[in-house]
């Protein structure tokens, strides 16, 4: 795919993806490989997420230098508004409870989630919304709550524990992995960058009037920071 097919599917994908596009600036990532093959993240605070960022992670290509190769974007979106929340599925158990708990739960609740896939078959659950971080968090711990389990033993993004924490952005080659992964609908995993494009520009987008608290907040907020990024 053309760089001038992706950057015509870029702007609506910056609208739907980031807060405030282009009037402020935001802490990202680009993952890395050294010549020992050990995967880090290249992290720039109060940095540009520019075109050419995006085109490059979109590009699913490494981008080799003198000591590094560069391969995939992460962002921290520590907003004001939460854009969309992702649930990350690592473990066996956790893969299982997604499958058969959480993901019902969120076709109960009427969210039109995507499934992403991950290496060895993990997967990130992505949602599209226009949230406040503080019901945002009400929201998810009571999904939580409902399949029984922890919001700690989790990695939700960008709250709770995760909300100083990067994660990659969908579409990109991951170095552990050692390729790019897609959407999988009805089976089939979309890869191409138009189709990851795409699927996020139509996916709709959940307020607060179709997200309703059930229950009784007992959460409280803990802050651990932002630990180095392995995924």
Avoid at 155 to 170: G, Q, S, V
Wanted: aromatic share 12%; with cysteine.
């Amino acid at each position: 795919m053309s760089s001038t097919e992706i950057i015509k599917l870029l702007p609506e994908f910056k609208k739907k993806f980031f807060y405030n596009w282009g009037k402020e600036k935001i802490a990202y990532g680009v993952q890395r490989r050294d010549a020992k093959g050990i995967v880090g993240y290249d992290r720039k605070d109060g940095g540009a997420v520019t075109d050419t960022l995006l085109l490059q992670h979109f590009s699913q290509k490494v981008i080799q230098s003198r000591y590094y190769d560069y391969a995939s974007l992460a962002i921290l979106a520590d907003w004001k508004i939460v854009k969309w929340i992702c649930i990350d599925a690592d473990t066996p158990v956790q893969i299982e409870a997604v499958h058969n708990k959480i993901l019902p739960l969120l076709d109960g609740y009427g969210i039109k989630y995507l499934v992403e896939a991950s290496r060895e078959g993990r997967m990130h659950i992505w949602f599209f919304c226009s949230l406040s971080p503080e019901y945002a968090e009400r929201f998810m711990l009571q999904v939580m709550t409902e399949a029984e389990e922890k919001t700690k033993d989790w990695e939700i993004y960008p709250l709770f524990h995760r909300r100083r924490a990067i994660i990659r952005i969908p579409g990109g080659y991951h170095f552990k992995s050692e390729q790019a992964h897609g959407f999988l609908i009805d089976g089939e995993e979309k890869l191409t960058p138009s189709e990851i494009l795409t699927i996020i520009n139509e996916a709709p987008i959940h307020y607060e009037a179709n997200l309703p608290i059930r229950v009784v907040e007992t959460h409280k907020r803990i802050d651990l920071g932002l630990r180095p990024e392995q995924k």
